[in-house]
């Protein structure tokens, strides 16, 4: 079967049909590159927002930067939000694992109300106060999940553009703190900055 293109809100209302009213979408940016925070958004859709953005929304990935940037406007000004974020340094101090999971929790907690939450992929979240449901795939499933990816990427790109104007000779414009070859080709040459994830064995070995 062909997959969709748009995440739909199927199991959204499943959860709805079970009696829960405040379902969000949480999901994560960063976890791979070798610099930069990993930063997680939770996104609540209100039912009567939903129609506006069925058919437009996607894993964030696979938007152009222009429309992830559009989206990002909307779905902000008329949705509620939480963002977490773990630094390099937390990543270096508690594993890029554990980093995930308190900024997927500390995005889920800034949100008022909120009574389950779908979670990108097989983490579990400890010590949530509300129930959740891990999500295969959720950002290619889940138009909530889908909308927290695009949050949290906007959020992370601008924040990785921003080290452009301290370090441009690393390539932050483009590579985000994934490691090109670019990118490798800095870091043997200038070394690495306050930014990077030393615990990273390639950044070590570069």
Not at 35 to 64: M, N, W
Not at 134 to 149: E, F, H, N, T, W
Request: net charge neutral; aromatic share 8%; proline share 3%.
């Amino acid at each position: 079967m062909e997959p969709k293109k748009f995440a739909t809100y199927e199991i959204e209302e499943e959860v709805w049909a079970n009696g829960y009213k405040y379902v969000a979408g949480v999901d994560e940016v960063g976890r791979g590159p070798g610099a930069g925070p990993v930063v997680a958004a939770a996104v609540i859709i209100p039912k009567d927002y939903l129609p506006k953005l069925v058919g437009r929304i996607k894993d964030s990935k696979k938007l152009s930067e222009s429309k992830r940037e559009g989206l990002y406007t909307e779905i902000t000004e008329n949705c509620a939000c939480g963002v977490g974020s773990r630094t390099n340094h937390d990543i270096d101090a508690i594993n890029i694992l554990e980093a995930t999971k308190e900024a997927m929790r500390e995005a889920v907690l800034q949100l008022k109300d909120v009574d389950y939450a779908l979670v990108d992929g097989t983490v579990r979240l400890y010590d949530l106060f509300c129930q959740q449901r891990q999500v295969i795939r959720g950002d290619s499933k889940s138009i909530s999940i889908a909308a927290a990816s695009i949050v949290a990427k906007v959020i992370r790109d601008e924040g990785m553009r921003t080290l452009h104007w301290i370090y441009p000779q690393y390539g932050w414009l483009t590579n985000k703190g994934y490691l090109t070859k670019q990118h490798c080709e800095a870091i043997k040459t200038y070394g690495t900055t306050p930014y990077h994830r030393m615990s990273f064995r390639k950044v070590g070995d570069l």
